[in-house]
């Protein structure tokens, strides 16, 4: 089971939520750190996410990276070491490169994508496959882009029902994600408790994910827009995912207490 691939596009996903206006919500320095539960009895694993400013061909950019890893038990039974870096536009979000390099128990792939706006086409090198390849592309993100072109969307107007769609590039394709909203609820936390906007992804049942609407994501109702829960029923047992950690946001980060 690729359990690292799970929780990384769990925690992708629960970035894809909106802002509200008028307010930035993240900029360089931010750091999340996420904590990996396997059916509520072990650590199953760690993901980190940050983002920082830098410079790319002569051009002031954002840098994000996102790491996921096993740990515990699990590390024995199934080793994972994934790293994920985004350079992206710091206007309109658009993806500019992109690499991905993860081991998940020996299934490995190691991928640059560069996209050229010119022409519109993704150039993208398979280091482990020793193959090139070029696809044609319109308004997508990366795996990571994603995570901020949607942050700074407005969700005021949201309602029970609304759908929020995203087409995201991975592995050479286009792949649609959508999201459902379903209700405000204020949780329970390590930081007290806190308002929350509730989403879930429309994802394909199979041998993951136990059904159709198996995942569940909690994400801050505040300016800052912070996933800080996911909970994914899967086969067998479920996954859970909650911010332990963080540092470096935009706003202030505001309890319901």
Same mark, same amino acid.
């Given at each position: 089971?690729?359990?690292?691939?799970?929780?990384?596009?769990?925690? =992708?996903?629960?970035?894809?939520?909106?802002?509200?206006?008028?307010?930035?919500?993240? #900029?360089?320095?931010?750091?999340?750190?996420?904590?990996?539960?396997?059916?509520?009895?072990?650590?199953?694993?760690?993901?980190?996410?940050? =983002?920082?400013?830098?410079?790319?061909?002569?051009?002031?950019?954002?840098?994000?990276?996102?790491?996921?890893?096993?740990? @515990?038990?699990?590390?024995?039974?199934?080793?994972?070491? &994934?790293?994920?870096?985004?350079?992206?536009?710091?206007?309109?979000?658009?993806?500019?490169?992109?690499?991905?390099?993860?081991?998940? @128990?020996?299934?490995?792939?190691?991928?640059?994508?560069?996209? &050229?706006?010119?022409?519109?086409?993704?150039?993208?090198?398979?280091?482990?496959?020793?193959?090139?390849?070029?696809?044609?592309?319109?308004?997508?993100?990366?795996?990571?882009?994603?995570?901020?072109?949607?942050?700074?969307? &407005?969700?005021?107007?949201?309602? #029970?029902?609304?759908?929020?769609?995203? &087409?995201?590039?991975?592995?050479?394709?286009?792949?649609?994600?959508?999201?459902?909203?379903?209700?405000?609820?204020?949780?329970?936390?390590?930081? @007290?408790?806190?308002?929350?906007?509730?989403?879930?992804?429309?994802?394909?049942? @199979?041998?993951?994910?136990?059904?159709?609407?198996?995942?569940?994501?909690?994400?801050?109702?505040?300016?800052?827009?912070?996933?800080?829960?996911?909970?994914?029923?899967?086969?067998?047992?479920?996954?859970?995912?909650?911010?332990?950690?963080?540092?470096?946001?935009?706003?202030?980060?505001?309890?319901?207490?």
């Amino acid at each position: 089971m690729k359990i690292c691939k799970l929780i990384i596009c769990g925690l =992708l996903l629960t970035f894809t939520c909106f802002s509200q206006e008028n307010k930035e919500t993240f #900029k360089g320095g931010e750091w999340l750190r996420y904590k990996m539960s396997y059916s509520g009895f072990f650590r199953a694993g760690t993901a980190v996410l940050e =983002l920082k400013e830098t410079n790319l061909n002569g051009e002031k950019v954002f840098y994000s990276k996102g790491t996921g890893w096993t740990s @515990g038990l699990l590390k024995w039974f199934f080793k994972v070491d &994934d790293v994920y870096e985004s350079y992206f536009d710091k206007g309109p979000v658009k993806p500019i490169l992109f690499k991905r390099k993860i081991n998940e @128990g020996g299934y490995k792939k190691h991928r640059i994508t560069k996209f &050229d706006y010119t022409s519109n086409t993704a150039y993208i090198q398979d280091f482990k496959n020793q193959k090139d390849t070029t696809v044609i592309f319109s308004k997508v993100q990366d795996m990571l882009s994603s995570f901020y072109y949607l942050r700074k969307q &407005d969700a005021k107007t949201l309602k #029970k029902g609304d759908e929020l769609a995203i &087409d995201m590039f991975m592995d050479s394709q286009v792949y649609p994600f959508k999201l459902r909203f379903l209700r405000k609820e204020v949780i329970k936390t390590k930081f @007290g408790k806190v308002k929350c906007l509730v989403f879930r992804p429309l994802v394909q049942s @199979g041998r993951i994910f136990k059904a159709e609407e198996s995942v569940t994501l909690w994400i801050t109702d505040d300016a800052n827009k912070v996933p800080i829960k996911m909970k994914a029923d899967l086969a067998v047992g479920f996954l859970r995912a909650e911010l332990e950690a963080y540092k470096g946001l935009a706003n202030n980060f505001k309890r319901a207490d």
